[in-house]
């Protein structure tokens, strides 16, 4: 299919590698993180790091919105999935994300209406077939996916849907970055970006990385070309001493990025004052919740939720993952204790995490020597 | 702690990217999952209704998706889907 198959092919790749080594410093040690799980999965997929020359090191971030929901949140989403005559609809890789003692694929076995859904307008066609149920849509995701949701509280309040509500967990990427690049422990050279972010809302966005923190970015697509180019473009500007947002994939995202979803999220959504992202703490800011004009879709006004804080488990270590200060294979659980199959960390839950990522396609081919 | 469920209820076949990079080195079956891999997925237009098209993807399987936010699509107008919703029309960013 067009755009995508010219971006898988193998003789570029490997054109676009030497052109990276060739570009490259000699001696000097570039980190490039790439903020987007989607990345972290092309990178892992298509062993894109075999590619690249020793000392251009791929650091993986905290992109991955399922990695970085706090078991609590989990927790309340069972808790509210377990009420009587209540329907509760998630994407498919929310249900096996671990709470403090469950998942929700766990409730849905002890009977809980739990039901995946591929989009959130699939949650209110469930809500308009059962008008005797209520019906909440556990929304989760980045500015990629925060549309969606908003495009579908717009239609239920135009439709005067009455069962119909929204546990909001959107988070916004900018507060997140801020953090990482304030981190004391985080020595970056410049940042892959999210493309499908940047769709929404444009490269603009990412102006401050360059001007604020003096680093550069490449806002990439997510087929192995696209991230190879970036790093390309990335080892480019680090060589010639450039500092700018930089947009490869130009097929999809603009400077502005999209005006009417900008639109209907800002019709839809407002910023919370602070939000809880495991492995990285409370961060201002940082998420969205349902603005005044839609408080009759949020669950958490309709619903009593215990809202209960649970600490990340202490054996793992997913936020110095997400902060790309270890490894996945780092970590003391890797591969042991925590598997895709018994996930303790989200980032081994989610096939973007970046320790799935790496369990999956990566373990076996390079031997765990840091550990 | 469950058992990891079937590939098939981490996402819709749609969502899924399909083929390895060219000279088809043996990678496993891809398993995105749209939010955490914040998938976009190119589709191509098939039919129009008023604000859906039904589009198809890479493995030919037909949904319906909203247009709201991309504005005036026609057929055979190559779009960026994510969770069922047009975020940007191919070739020309919104």
């Known amino acids: 299919m067009r755009y995508i198959d010219e971006f898988r092919d193998a003789q570029l790749g490997q054109a676009l590698a030497g052109e990276i080594l060739a570009a490259v410093e000699p001696g000097r040690h570039l980190k490039l993180m790439e903020i987007c799980g989607g990345h972290t999965h092309a990178i892992y997929k298509y062993s894109l790091g075999d590619l690249l020359p020793d000392n251009v090191e791929l650091v993986h971030g905290p992109g991955c919105p399922v990695c970085v929901i706090p078991m609590g949140r989990v927790d309340d989403a069972i808790a509210l999935a377990r009420t009587d005559g209540l329907i509760f609809t998630c994407f498919g890789d929310m249900l096996r994300v671990p709470g403090s003692e469950q998942t929700l694929l766990d409730a849905k076995a002890q009977g809980a209406d739990v039901r995946m859904v591929y989009s959130p307008l699939d949650a209110l066609r469930i809500a308009r077939e059962n008008p005797g149920s209520e019906v909440v849509f556990f929304a989760i995701g980045f500015e990629t996916t925060a549309p969606s949701t908003a495009l579908t509280l717009k239609r239920a309040k135009a439709e005067g849907m009455t069962n119909f509500s929204c546990v909001c967990n959107h988070v916004t990427i900018v507060p997140p970055m801020r953090a990482l690049l304030d981190s004391p422990e985080l020595a970056l050279d410049g940042f892959v970006g999210p493309g499908h972010v940047c769709t929404v809302v444009g490269t603009r966005l990412f102006e401050f990385i360059p001007t604020e923190y003096g680093r550069p970015i490449v806002i990439s697509g997510f087929e192995p070309l696209d991230v190879l180019q970036s790093i390309l473009m990335l080892v480019r500007q680090l060589d010639e001493r450039r500092c700018e947002v930089e947009n490869q994939y130009t097929r999809v995202v603009s400077r502005d990025g999209n005006p009417r979803a900008l639109e209907v999220m800002a019709e839809v959504f407002e910023l919370r004052p602070h939000f809880e992202w495991r492995g990285l703490g409370s961060i201002a800011h940082s998420a969205l919740r349902l603005s005044d004009a839609y408080g009759e879709f949020d669950a958490e006004q309709r619903f009593d939720l215990p809202g209960v804080s649970v600490a990340d488990p202490q054996a793992c270590q997913c936020g110095e993952v997400l902060k790309g200060v270890i490894k996945p294979w780092e970590c003391r659980v890797f591969g042991t204790a925590c598997t895709p199959e018994h996930a303790i960390g989200t980032c081994m839950v989610s096939p973007e995490g970046a320790c799935a990522a790496y369990y999956n396609y990566g373990r076996l081919a390079a031997p765990r020597a840091a550990v | ?94």
């Open chain 2, 1 to 94: 702690m469950s058992a990891r469920p079937a590939r098939a209820e981490c996402a819709p076949g749609d969502e899924r990217r399909g083929e390895p990079l060219g000279d088809g080195h043996g990678a496993p079956a891809d398993e995105h999952c749209i939010t955490c891999g914040d998938v976009g997925i190119v589709m191509r237009v098939l039919e129009l209704d008023r604000h859906a098209a039904l589009c198809a993807g890479p493995d030919g399987v037909a949904q319906s998706v909203a247009t709201d936010l991309v504005g005036a699509v026609v057929v055979g107008d190559e779009l960026l889907v994510h969770a069922g919703v047009a975020i940007s029309a191919l070739g020309a960013p919104a």
